[in-house]
């Protein structure tokens, strides 16, 4: 069965309400992924990989995103992985792939309030120029303006305006020409949003709860530090975060 847009749309505004984000404002992940308590790991994975996620039956999350794509696109899969842990009845492990054309109805809903919550519809209006907005004919100027206030991809972009309404498909595709980062400098704007990032980062409590074990005297030192190495920290007594800080 097709996803119904306005059930998504109502998911996506109760998950803000629930976690005190506005209707409109561009979420920062890292923050809420960190305030939800989500352990979540970069690793450079294949093309074809660009996350997954795990819940168990105490309810601990976890995700793994691809660091080889752009920081856009690991956005969109943080998002689209946001509604398997929290809107999913019964998620089950699997990789994902956001943006493939071929998807069961599941991974179309996720796809849908990635969009959704990454790009609120009352967001992009504000942005838009009113002249902009009654013609539908949006500028490239303002497309690179929004995709880095929402910190998206141009991809993922151009298919939200397209879906709520704000371009035809005419236009879509002539924008979708432009080259991505030739055109963001060509406006002043630097090009880290579509480039690969975060290789190796840990956002968690991981090695709190690691080093709270350690000072109980629960774990060996040893043990620790092969914690800490599972998530690509260096616990070594020389290093200036050793299990003496």
């Not at 990989?49 to 999350?61: A, I, N, P, Q, V």
Request: hydrophobic residues 35%.
């Amino acid at each position: 069965m097709k996803p119904n847009k306005f059930i998504i749309e109502r998911q996506v505004a109760e998950f803000r309400m629930d976690n005190g984000l506005s209707t409109s404002e561009p979420i920062s992940l890292k923050s809420l992924l960190l305030r939800l308590n989500i352990l979540t790991i970069f690793r450079p994975l294949s093309e074809s990989f660009s996350g997954m996620c795990l819940k168990d039956t105490s309810d601990h999350r976890f995700m793994l995103i691809n660091s080889n794509n752009s920081r856009g696109r690991q956005h969109f899969t943080i998002a689209h992985e946001l509604y398997h842990l929290y809107i999913e009845k019964q998620p089950t492990p699997h990789k994902c792939n956001p943006g493939c054309s071929s998807k069961n109805p599941i991974e179309q809903s996720a796809d849908m309030f990635a969009s959704s919550l990454l790009m609120p519809e009352a967001g992009l209006c504000q942005l838009i120029p009113e002249k902009e907005l009654n013609s539908k004919n949006i500028s490239i100027a303002t497309i690179i303006k929004l995709e880095h206030y929402f910190s998206v991809s141009r991809s993922a972009l151009l298919y939200r305006l397209l879906n709520v309404g704000l371009i035809n498909e005419s236009t879509r595709s002539k924008l979708a020409e432009y080259a991505v980062k030739h055109s963001a400098k060509c406006f002043g704007y630097d090009t880290a949003l579509y480039e690969s990032a975060n290789e190796g980062l840990v956002i968690g409590d991981f090695g709190e709860k690691s080093r709270s074990l350690f000072e109980q005297g629960k774990i060996s030192e040893g043990h620790y530090l092969e914690l800490l190495h599972k998530i690509n920290i260096n616990g070594t007594e020389e290093d200036e975060n050793s299990t003496r800080c």
